[in-house]
């Protein structure tokens, strides 16, 4: 692994292509959640190489940078909430912007973990163990996104009924729960902040982390705040 990348302070501007293209990988790698999952696919070095920019990466391995990018700008996932409460409109959304994006989120977390415990094992600020909680914490939610998807959610879309209090409420346990599991997180890793000097790898690891939680909460707040009320109250 190399060590750091010194990345510009360009965070906050205009995202397009063209943008995109002139970034180095190791800028997209810490910057863009999940753009590591699409590099490892395409063996594009964002570690030890990460000082390439995008479009003299993806020449050099002969792949076409439009499409790269353009897989790469779907990863900003900036989607607001809809402002209509249907319940059909929230778990269409909710489906869509939380429960798939997880599923993609977690495995690359685990991935990257695992690399920054056995490279960094002898590093004081190693977050050993870091992927064993995120294993269980994809176990976890794995389980309970499916509760939702076959049990909870098909009850609501019809309207609802007498007995949808009591899968609300499992619910809203397990989301206690990923609360607690949200709190582990941050304080194995320091609040997301990477140490001085980490690595590529362990920066996009902490990204990622950071950006899991905030969808996580999101989710957990739209879920219990604007979905189940609407159940609660009637029945």
């Known amino acids: ?23 180095q990988l190791g800028q997209i790698a810490v910057e863009m959640p999940g753009a590591t999952a ?14 390439v920019p995008l479009a003299a990466a993806c020449e050099a391995k002969e792949l076409d940078v439009d499409t790269i990018s353009t897989e790469l700008l779907r990863l900003d996932r900036r989607t607001a909430a809809p402002e ?7 778990i269409d959304h909710i489906l869509k912007r939380y429960h798939e994006v997880h599923r993609q989120q977690l495995p690359e977390l685990i991935r990257m973990a695992r690399r920054v415990e ?44 007498p007995f949808a209090g009591g899968p609300i409420a499992v619910m809203r346990m397990e989301h206690t729960s990923h609360g607690e599991q949200i709190a582990r997180l941050l304080a194995m890793t320091q609040d997301a902040t990477p140490p001085a000097g980490a690595c590529t790898t362990w920066r996009a690891l902490y990204a990622g982390i950071e ?25």
């Open 1 to 23: 692994m190399s060590e750091a990348i010194a990345i510009p302070s360009a965070a906050s501007a205009p995202l397009s292509a063209e943008v995109l293209k002139a970034r």
């Open 38 to 51: 699409v590099f490892r696919r395409l063996k594009l070095d964002f570690c030890c190489g990460g000082n």
């Open 84 to 90: 209509a409460d249907a319940p059909g409109v929230l």
């Open 118 to 161: 056995a490279v960094h094992r002898e590093n004081p600020d190693c977050p050993t163990g870091l992927s064993v909680v995120l294993e269980e914490m994809e176990s976890e939610l794995l389980d309970h996104m499916n509760k939702e998807e076959t049990i909870l959610f098909p009850i609501l879309r019809q309207g609802g009924s």
């Open 211 to 235: 950006q899991l939680v905030n969808d996580l909460m999101e989710h957990i707040h739209l879920e219990n705040n604007r979905l189940f009320v609407q159940f609660e109250a009637t029945h």
